[in-house]
């Protein structure tokens, strides 16, 4: 039972997360996303991983919506949830860029945060 509330609990912070994506709603994403966190990747065009912390990734979310917003498609899926740990896998397919991110979520004071992103990802071809 324990573990089946804590599954949903992951699951309440990543809807949160995917209606900031949506919605690109900074405030609204430090609420599951810590600020002194991690993101990295392999970034093909610069021949090496790429790292920064979760507040400098997160400004370039502007707080409007983006245009092509009801063409970007996004879904995750709970991978594990352990004790104080949790993994999350989500799939990014935008219009210019299809993706997946890792996602590692800690429970920290009782509230499960995302602690690191890990990604992967390229861009498509325009369409014509």
């Not at 999350?88 to 009782?110: C, N, R, T």
Request: charged share 30%; aromatic share 8%.
């Amino acid at each position: 039972m324990a573990q089946s509330n804590e599954h949903a609990a992951v699951d309440r912070a990543m809807q949160k997360m995917m209606r900031a994506f949506e919605t690109e709603d900074r405030d609204l994403m430090f609420e599951v996303l810590r600020k002194d966190g991690t993101v990295l990747g392999y970034s093909p065009g610069r021949g090496s991983v790429v790292t920064e912390t979760t507040e400098a990734w997160a400004q370039g979310f502007t707080g409007k919506t983006a245009d092509d917003e009801d063409q970007r498609h996004r879904r995750y899926e709970i991978l594990d949830v352990t004790g104080d740990a949790a993994a999350v896998k989500v799939m990014l397919d935008y219009p210019g860029w299809i993706g997946v991110d890792y996602l590692a979520l800690s429970k920290i004071d009782g509230q499960w945060m995302i602690v690191s992103k890990s990604w992967s990802g390229r861009a498509k071809p325009k369409a014509r």
